[in-house]
């Protein structure tokens, strides 16, 4: 009977052995995944921080909102603001509610029917606006979110754009709850999304979250990065 739980004892230690091994190369692992993925972005932002075609878009909407005050959900565009990485080249348009008969998320963009009164619907405009984005490389911090907001005006408008917050949450390796607040944070910049209404404000520190990621600016929290002493091509176990 001894020698049985002897060699059961010797078989928990051969397999607890075997765990911790494993527990150790999946860390290895996930370190070499987090270096490659935080180099692969810094990568991106090195090449569209200086590309005369990278464009960043800023898509600022209204809920829609019918004249008995009942709305379901839907968006719609009520500004357009766009700046060249390159050259600091802006342009921005403000738009009339096609559809909505109010202005809803002013403590978002900050604007109220009053300001769009006089300006055209974006049917009236759509051309001015598909020469300003056509033949670009399109970035948007919510890209999925733009998409839906433009896609009754123009389907495939934005099907190529990069999502600036998914690159965010690549980077810094956060999916649920990085905001832009958040982000500025880690890179330093002590602003709040409350202070960054204005669209052109806010495309300004978006075109700086791409310069700093390109300069491969990490958590400015102290916290520890990933060593970079293994070659990418190395196995990492």
Known sequence: MES?????????SKMQADVDNLNRHYEKLAGYVRQYIEQTTVEWAKLVAGHPRALLLVVETTRIVDEHGNSYGEEEPIRLTTLL???GEMWDQLLHPTHSSTVRGVEYHGLTMADL???PRIADVWPNIANVLGGRHLIVFG???ARKALQPYATDALDSAFCLHNKCK???GE???????KILGYQGIDKKRDELKNSQDRILMLAQVVKNLATHMAKQTGEPEVSEDESLDEHPF
């Open 4 to 12: 049985v739980l002897r060699d059961i004892d010797r078989e928990r």
């Open 85 to 87: 990485l390159a050259s």
């Open 117 to 119: 009164e006089e300006k």
């Open 143 to 145: 890209a999925d979110y």
């Open 170 to 172: 690549e980077y810094y």
């Open 175 to 181: 999916f649920y709850e990085l905001g832009l607040e």
